[in-house]
């Protein structure tokens, strides 16, 4: 039965983008992305279920835990999200001119293929082919960054491509790495096979483990966005359509962490904790320093939200770091966290620079007065994302916080504690700058999509709704993804 | 197989030398199909067929459409060459010297149990040379033959050392590479159309 679902759950998205390349017509189109995202995200929240149900299920090729069904959660929401967005965000682009109606099925086809490809990643049992599914995710997402074909456009798609290819390439040398010190441990199970590499992870030679981490690392950190190989990032994330900007910054990075948790359970499992959760520790505390000066001096409002981006996946991979249970529980809930808020505020950012006619934060004026509704949600939006309590963020990042004071590393929680003050500055100066205040005469005219109103509406009803009250089922699976990574990693 | 290392190590280092782009597509294209010939003695010695297979389909992908979807770009791009790198032609060379003496060296401390080294030796040279060629040059296609000399690279590594992944795995990987290449080549088409230039030395507008 949980073989059957997978299969519907990345054949619909692949039946989506054939159909949409084949309807032609804009309304049909429409409607068939719509439907195909609804089911895709039933179909990804049932396997979380029946996880949850049944505990992990593992046949063939496919591979469902806790932690798996947890970014199912993320991949399901943000798919779903992203395509109620694109209807309206997609139909004012064309209405302005700046896309043509003739690229609309291209575009869609390419969204449902980017989500194909995610779920892949999600759903593998495989270290080579989640290397396969992760590199196709680039493949899929670069010419959705470089839709407008623009120049802007074309430089950030070259970046992007570029960077992540090589980085990419330094985790297939890890992987295969990995692979020779199962064959030389005398290994006969399945080549690369998590359960394999588990059962043979005593005999695993640990100096290969060590040099194949250390690719992997770079590699998979590449493409997670984590400093100093984040440079592509910023550019991709503010070129791309903002649906798919949403989608890139809170569904692929954080299947970028996931497959990272993945090695690192191998890893960590040969090796001990101390190697990997050092580099861990300095990559993310890096990532979230590297951040600052650039979210203290931003003039693109999307620029701003991906530095957030690099900035938070920092913060995950610091809370892998510290590795207790709690520092992981407060990891695997503030990837959910983040990819929720950020999707929403990319849309926002969408919205905004449809309105305004510019992404620069210095002509972005009194948004509260000139649109009511978007305005209320971006200061809502960016409220959680900076961790303002009650709202879900707050909570994820307070536990890592907590988890590192509580496990003796003091002088680490206090300097992500001054860090993020830093975040705090820049983003609260550059959003009261737009929020409040008078707008510009003839600002924001026109109207918002109902579509894309929603779409933002639902994901920070989620975002204030799992702050205030946390379902147990959620909970329970993020209680049971953290156990997962504290006994595939043996606490670091 | 230590002639074919050679021809590859010489392949790599005459990749250094051209500033010719579609010389650099014609020397991949060898470069691809000497992988190839590698990988069919390796799996002729070892008896397994599916390195065969692994074997015609490097010909098929990286010996022929890759390259043919190269040479069709370059065709357009007429007056475009290497003309000004950002390390020149003889300091990449003795660069790719230095990257297999460094590869020789990585392989007496890393791996010393090895069973083919030169072929390792090979592969992990072919990493670093392609790394070198995407860092120093300007020109998108020779960025592209960079990136292929380092996957050539990395074939070589998983031959030579676990007698390449499994099918399927290699499977996928080809597939990914086929279609990198595609984008990277509808890329650098629309860099052309819209900066009249493949030169990504003017892809410097985003920053901050």
Redesign the interface.
């Given at each position: 039965m949980m073989y059957e679902l997978t299969l519907i759950a990345l054949g619909l998205p692949l039946a989506t983008a054939a159909a949409s390349l084949a309807a032609r017509r804009a309304g049909l189109v429409k409607v068939l992305n719509i439907a195909g995202s609804l089911l895709t995200c039933g179909a990804a929240f049932a396997l979380t279920a029946g996880v949850l149900r049944d505990g992990p299920f593992a046949y063939k090729w496919v591979y469902l835990d806790a932690l798996s069904g947890l970014l199912l959660v993320v991949v399901g929401l943000l798919t779903f999200t992203a395509t109620l967005f694109s209807l309206s965000y997609m139909d004012e682009e064309v209405a302005e001119g700046r896309v043509r109606p003739g690229l609309l099925p291209r575009y869609y086809a390419l969204l449902q293929l980017f989500a194909f490809t995610m779920l892949a990643v999600l759903t593998v049992e495989?270290l080579?082919?989640m290397?396969?599914g992760v590199?196709?995710t680039?493949?899929a997402s670069?010419?959705l960054v470089?839709f407008y074909?623009?120049?802007?456009a074309?430089?950030?798609?070259?970046?992007y491509?570029?960077v992540c290819?090589?980085g990419i390439?330094f985790a297939?040398?890890g992987t295969?790495?990995l692979?020779?010190a199962q064959?030389?441990a005398g290994d006969g199970g399945?080549?690369?096979s998590l359960a394999a590499l588990a059962g043979a992870s005593g005999r695993l030679d640990p100096?290969?483990v060590k040099?194949a981490f250390v690719f992997i690392l770079i590699g998979y950190g590449t493409k997670a966005g984590l400093a100093p190989m984040h440079t592509w990032l910023?550019?991709a994330h503010?070129?791309a359509p903002s649906p798919v900007s949403g989608l890139l910054s809170g569904a692929l990075l954080s299947c970028a962490l996931y497959v990272l948790i993945r090695n690192l359970g191998v890893v960590t499992a040969v090796l001990g904790g101390g190697f990997a959760q050092a580099g861990l520790l300095l990559f993310g505390l890096l990532s979230v320093a590297v951040a600052v000066p650039?979210m203290l001096?931003?003039?693109?409002i999307k620029?701003l939200l991906a530095y957030s981006s690099v900035e938070h996946v920092g913060i995950v991979s610091f809370g892998l770091g510290i590795g207790t249970p709690l520092a992981l529980y407060g990891a695997a809930f503030h990837i959910l966290n983040h990819a929720v808020a950020k999707s929403a505020l990319f849309y926002l950012a969408g919205i905004i620079s449809q309105r305004y006619g510019t992404k620069q934060v210095m002509r972005i004026r009194g948004l509260l007065a000139a649109m009511p509704a978007t305005g209320a949600m971006f200061l809502t939006a960016v409220l959680a994302i900076v961790g303002t309590p009650p709202l879900n963020v707050f909570f994820s990042k307070f536990a890592i916080v907590a988890a590192a004071f509580a496990a003796g590393r003091p002088v680490l929680g206090a300097l992500l504690l001054l860090l993020l003050a830093g975040v705090f500055a820049g983003m609260m100066y550059y959003t009261t700058r737009m929020v409040f205040g008078a707008a510009p005469a003839g600002a924001a005219a026109g109207r918002t999509g109902a579509c894309g109103l929603a779409a933002v509406a639902l994901s920070l009803l989620w975002v204030a709704g799992t702050g205030l009250y946390l379902p147990p089922w959620l909970d329970g699976l993020l209680t049971k993804a953290a156990a997962q990574i504290f006994a595939a990693t043996g606490g670091l | 197989m230590e002639t074919l290392a050679i021809l590859l190590l010489a392949t790599a280092f005459l990749l250094t030398r051209t500033s010719r782009l579609a010389t650099a597509v014609h020397i991949l294209l060898a470069q691809s199909a000497v992988v190839a010939a590698a990988c069919a003695v390796a799996g002729w010695q070892a008896g397994e067929t599916h390195m065969f297979v692994a074997a015609l389909l490097t010909v098929v992908v990286k010996a022929g459409l890759i390259p043919y979807a190269l040479l069709r770009l370059v065709r357009l791009l007429r007056r475009e060459r290497e003309v000004n790198p950002v390390i020149g032609a003889n300091m990449t060379s003795l660069a790719a010297v230095g990257a297999m003496v460094l590869a020789y060296g990585l392989i007496e401390h890393?791996?010393p149990?090895v069973i083919s080294r030169d072929a390792v030796a090979t592969a992990v040279a072919l990493?670093l040379i392609g790394?070198l060629l995407?860092i120093t040059r300007r020109q998108?296609i020779m960025?592209i033959v960079g990136?292929i000399t380092?996957?050539n690279g990395?074939y070589l590594?998983?031959l030579s050392?676990?007698r390449g992944?499994?099918l399927?795995?290699e499977l996928?990987?080809f597939?990914?590479v086929l279609?990198?290449v595609t984008?990277?080549v509808?890329?650098a088409f629309?860099?052309k159309r819209?900066?009249q230039t493949t030169d990504?030395s003017i892809?410097?507008?985003?920053k901050?």
């Amino acid at each position: 039965m949980m073989y059957e679902l997978t299969l519907i759950a990345l054949g619909l998205p692949l039946a989506t983008a054939a159909a949409s390349l084949a309807a032609r017509r804009a309304g049909l189109v429409k409607v068939l992305n719509i439907a195909g995202s609804l089911l895709t995200c039933g179909a990804a929240f049932a396997l979380t279920a029946g996880v949850l149900r049944d505990g992990p299920f593992a046949y063939k090729w496919v591979y469902l835990d806790a932690l798996s069904g947890l970014l199912l959660v993320v991949v399901g929401l943000l798919t779903f999200t992203a395509t109620l967005f694109s209807l309206s965000y997609m139909d004012e682009e064309v209405a302005e001119g700046r896309v043509r109606p003739g690229l609309l099925p291209r575009y869609y086809a390419l969204l449902q293929l980017f989500a194909f490809t995610m779920l892949a990643v999600l759903t593998v049992e495989n270290l080579g082919l989640m290397w396969v599914g992760v590199e196709a995710t680039t493949l899929a997402s670069t010419l959705l960054v470089a839709f407008y074909f623009n120049r802007p456009a074309l430089e950030a798609a070259w970046k992007y491509v570029m960077v992540c290819n090589v980085g990419i390439l330094f985790a297939l040398l890890g992987t295969i790495l990995l692979y020779y010190a199962q064959l030389s441990a005398g290994d006969g199970g399945a080549a690369l096979s998590l359960a394999a590499l588990a059962g043979a992870s005593g005999r695993l030679d640990p100096f290969l483990v060590k040099l194949a981490f250390v690719f992997i690392l770079i590699g998979y950190g590449t493409k997670a966005g984590l400093a100093p190989m984040h440079t592509w990032l910023p550019d991709a994330h503010s070129q791309a359509p903002s649906p798919v900007s949403g989608l890139l910054s809170g569904a692929l990075l954080s299947c970028a962490l996931y497959v990272l948790i993945r090695n690192l359970g191998v890893v960590t499992a040969v090796l001990g904790g101390g190697f990997a959760q050092a580099g861990l520790l300095l990559f993310g505390l890096l990532s979230v320093a590297v951040a600052v000066p650039f979210m203290l001096v931003q003039h693109d409002i999307k620029r701003l939200l991906a530095y957030s981006s690099v900035e938070h996946v920092g913060i995950v991979s610091f809370g892998l770091g510290i590795g207790t249970p709690l520092a992981l529980y407060g990891a695997a809930f503030h990837i959910l966290n983040h990819a929720v808020a950020k999707s929403a505020l990319f849309y926002l950012a969408g919205i905004i620079s449809q309105r305004y006619g510019t992404k620069q934060v210095m002509r972005i004026r009194g948004l509260l007065a000139a649109m009511p509704a978007t305005g209320a949600m971006f200061l809502t939006a960016v409220l959680a994302i900076v961790g303002t309590p009650p709202l879900n963020v707050f909570f994820s990042k307070f536990a890592i916080v907590a988890a590192a004071f509580a496990a003796g590393r003091p002088v680490l929680g206090a300097l992500l504690l001054l860090l993020l003050a830093g975040v705090f500055a820049g983003m609260m100066y550059y959003t009261t700058r737009m929020v409040f205040g008078a707008a510009p005469a003839g600002a924001a005219a026109g109207r918002t999509g109902a579509c894309g109103l929603a779409a933002v509406a639902l994901s920070l009803l989620w975002v204030a709704g799992t702050g205030l009250y946390l379902p147990p089922w959620l909970d329970g699976l993020l209680t049971k993804a953290a156990a997962q990574i504290f006994a595939a990693t043996g606490g670091l | 197989m230590e002639t074919l290392a050679i021809l590859l190590l010489a392949t790599a280092f005459l990749l250094t030398r051209t500033s010719r782009l579609a010389t650099a597509v014609h020397i991949l294209l060898a470069q691809s199909a000497v992988v190839a010939a590698a990988c069919a003695v390796a799996g002729w010695q070892a008896g397994e067929t599916h390195m065969f297979v692994a074997a015609l389909l490097t010909v098929v992908v990286k010996a022929g459409l890759i390259p043919y979807a190269l040479l069709r770009l370059v065709r357009l791009l007429r007056r475009e060459r290497e003309v000004n790198p950002v390390i020149g032609a003889n300091m990449t060379s003795l660069a790719a010297v230095g990257a297999m003496v460094l590869a020789y060296g990585l392989i007496e401390h890393a791996l010393p149990a090895v069973i083919s080294r030169d072929a390792v030796a090979t592969a992990v040279a072919l990493v670093l040379i392609g790394l070198l060629l995407i860092i120093t040059r300007r020109q998108a296609i020779m960025q592209i033959v960079g990136l292929i000399t380092m996957e050539n690279g990395l074939y070589l590594l998983g031959l030579s050392t676990t007698r390449g992944l499994p099918l399927i795995i290699e499977l996928g990987i080809f597939f990914d590479v086929l279609v990198a290449v595609t984008v990277m080549v509808i890329l650098a088409f629309r860099l052309k159309r819209s900066f009249q230039t493949t030169d990504t030395s003017i892809l410097k507008r985003l920053k901050g």
